[in-house]
């Protein structure tokens, strides 16, 4: 064989190497890896202290998830700067299926509107898992606060503009931007007091240090229940089924007035789709059994479940219906 013949031979033999590689790198991922998943610890991050609604759904799922799959899905709660901390961490790992999410409609929905400066982008940084929950959030005022109702409460901050302090799990949050609904269309001036997260500023309200708040019903109804708290309506356009006692705020004067939070399971963009298939079925099953739709109902939320596709169109709703809101509550953080 010449020595043209061999250089021609190896340079085919190149070529066919690297165009095999290239198939391989666009082929589906197998089956198999799906099959071996989970083979070590999962970590769920929360981008909320512990005690609060996020950390309370992703707990209950997390450890059926590890019942489930044989291996741990350990909670990391990565708080603050109103979940945008443990957002942007699972933003930016490793997409293999070992780092997932308990987002909220803060996090993958409103706070694109509200921070000028965001460390992830909630559409292209994520693949969508599972929607988990929708929740109505609450207003709860101190028991030292006079108003019983949500009319009564409108007058009191009208007589006394600027004096009541509202308390937040923190900046663009469900109850953040609830609050924010509120004043919009009842022309009221009250003041905002951002959180880490439900628990220190129940903790907070409980001691009279602020006077209300809209929180997530989940982490607010053992105080309603316990009389600790007063709750004057819940947020959704219908009173929601576990706690039919308490009225809307909607038919209390402001019939266009809603807010429904929601909370999803995440996993960082390019994650196996066979991954995100894989935890979106085991999480969807887990909603459907009656064991977890009586734990969620006790703390007031309604499992959902349904395909990724399912979270990502509710995405896209949402992020459109908070532009609207941030943009006319005039809110913007820097």
């Given at each position: 064989?010449t020595l043209?013949?061999k250089?021609f031979?190896?340079?085919t033999?190149?070529?066919g190497?690297?165009?095999a590689a290239?198939l391989?790198?666009?082929?589906p991922v197998?089956p198999v890896l799906?099959?071996?998943y989970p083979?070590?610890p999962v970590r769920v991050?929360?981008?909320?202290?512990a005690?609060?609604t996020t950390?309370?759904l992703a707990r209950h799922?997390?450890a059926?998830?590890s019942?489930?799959?044989?291996?741990?899905?350990?909670?990391?709660n990565?708080?603050?700067?109103?979940g945008?901390?443990g957002?942007?961490?699972t933003?930016?790992?490793?997409?293999?299926?070992?780092t997932?999410?308990?987002g909220?409609?803060?996090?993958h929905?409103?706070n694109?509107?509200l921070?000028?400066?965001?460390?992830?982008d909630?559409?292209?940084d994520?693949?969508?898992v599972?929607?988990?929950?929708?929740?109505?959030?609450?207003?709860?005022?101190h028991?030292?606060?006079p108003?019983?109702?949500?009319?009564?409460?409108?007058?009191?901050a009208?007589a006394?503009p600027?004096k009541?302090?509202?308390?937040?799990?923190?900046?663009?949050t469900?109850?953040?931007?609830?609050?924010?609904?509120?004043?919009t269309?009842?022309?009221?001036d009250?003041?905002h007091?951002?959180?880490?997260?439900?628990?220190?500023?129940?903790?907070?309200?409980?001691?009279g240090?602020?006077q209300f708040?809209?929180?997530?019903?989940p982490?607010?109804?053992?105080?309603i229940r316990?009389?600790a708290?007063?709750a004057?309506g819940?947020?959704?356009p219908?009173?929601?089924p576990?706690t039919p006692d308490?009225?809307?705020?909607a038919?209390q004067?402001?019939p266009?007035?809603?807010a429904?939070?929601?909370?999803a399971?995440y996993?960082?963009a390019?994650?196996p789709?066979?991954?995100?298939?894989?935890?979106n079925?085991?999480?969807?099953?887990?909603?459907?059994t009656?064991e977890?739709k009586a734990q969620?109902d006790?703390q007031g939320?309604d499992?959902v479940?349904?395909k990724?596709?399912?979270?990502?169109d509710?995405?896209?709703t949402?992020?459109d219906?908070?532009?609207?809101?941030?943009?006319?509550?005039?809110?913007?953080i820097d």
């Amino acid at each position: 064989m010449t020595l043209s013949h061999k250089m021609f031979s190896r340079k085919t033999f190149t070529r066919g190497l690297l165009a095999a590689a290239a198939l391989l790198a666009l082929a589906p991922v197998s089956p198999v890896l799906a099959q071996a998943y989970p083979s070590k610890p999962v970590r769920v991050v929360v981008p909320f202290p512990a005690g609060g609604t996020t950390d309370i759904l992703a707990r209950h799922i997390s450890a059926k998830l590890s019942e489930r799959l044989g291996q741990q899905f350990v909670v990391d709660n990565k708080a603050g700067a109103g979940g945008n901390i443990g957002t942007e961490f699972t933003a930016k790992a490793d997409p293999d299926g070992y780092t997932i999410m308990m987002g909220t409609i803060g996090t993958h929905s409103i706070n694109i509107s509200l921070y000028s400066k965001l460390g992830y982008d909630p559409v292209k940084d994520f693949a969508p898992v599972s929607l988990v929950a929708m929740v109505a959030n609450v207003l709860v005022v101190h028991p030292s606060v006079p108003a019983k109702t949500v009319q009564e409460f409108i007058a009191l901050a009208k007589a006394q503009p600027g004096k009541l302090n509202f308390g937040t799990p923190g900046n663009g949050t469900s109850g953040h931007l609830s609050a924010e609904l509120f004043k919009t269309m009842t022309g009221t001036d009250m003041i905002h007091v951002p959180y880490r997260g439900s628990g220190p500023m129940l903790t907070d309200l409980l001691g009279g240090n602020v006077q209300f708040t809209f929180d997530n019903l989940p982490s607010a109804l053992p105080h309603i229940r316990s009389g600790a708290l007063r709750a004057l309506g819940v947020t959704t356009p219908k009173r929601w089924p576990s706690t039919p006692d308490i009225p809307t705020i909607a038919e209390q004067g402001l019939p266009d007035y809603s807010a429904t939070a929601w909370f999803a399971m995440y996993a960082p963009a390019k994650t196996p789709a066979p991954i995100v298939d894989k935890l979106n079925a085991e999480i969807d099953a887990i909603l459907k059994t009656p064991e977890m739709k009586a734990q969620f109902d006790q703390q007031g939320a309604d499992p959902v479940g349904g395909k990724p596709q399912v979270l990502a169109d509710l995405m896209k709703t949402e992020i459109d219906k908070w532009a609207k809101a941030v943009k006319a509550s005039g809110a913007r953080i820097d």
